[in-house]
């Protein structure tokens, strides 16, 4: 079963905490095994997992990946705009999808670990495709 997570951005880079939206998707598909996959099919946004218990952390995040690539006007790719190629060169970095275990109709997190949207050229609408497959054994 194919759904989508919709995803407003309010800022040009930052992160979302999407926790609650993916765990509401799998508790509504009722599979109690199996796995969930995440997908976010934009070329300036990504997803990952990391900490959300020190908020200072997605700053970090965000900071660092900033610092890494910065918004820049030599890149050979410029379509749109330099941060637009920026956008691009991060999510690739960062990456497009994450598998996840579902185990007891939940999905299966490490105690500090949250799943965050990555938004590189915002504010925008986004979305994230979800995935969930019933375990067959």
């Known amino acids: 079963m194919l759904k989508r997570v919709q995803v407003e951005t309010t800022v040009r880079e930052g ?3 999407i926790t609650e939206a993916v765990r ?3 508790r509504k598909s009722g599979i109690e095994e199996g796995v969930c996959v995440l997908y976010v099919p934009h070329t300036t946004a990504a997803i990952t997992l990391n900490s959300c218990l020190d908020p200072a952390t997605l700053q970090d ?3 660092e990946l900033h610092r890494l690539v910065p918004t820049r006007v030599d890149f050979h790719h410029t379509y749109d705009t330099p941060a637009d190629a920026a956008g ?3 999510s690739t970095l960062v990456g497009h999808s994450v598998t996840l275990l579902i185990t007891q109709g939940d999905v299966a997190l490490g105690g500090s670990q949250s799943i965050l949207f990555f938004e ?3 504010p925008r609408q986004r979305e994230v495709w979800v995935r969930v497959i019933r375990d067959t054994d």
């Open 15 to 17: 992160l979302i905490n």
């Open 24 to 26: 509401e998707v799998v």
């Open 61 to 63: 995040l965000v900071e």
């Open 88 to 90: 691009h060169i991060k």
């Open 120 to 122: 590189f050229d915002g």
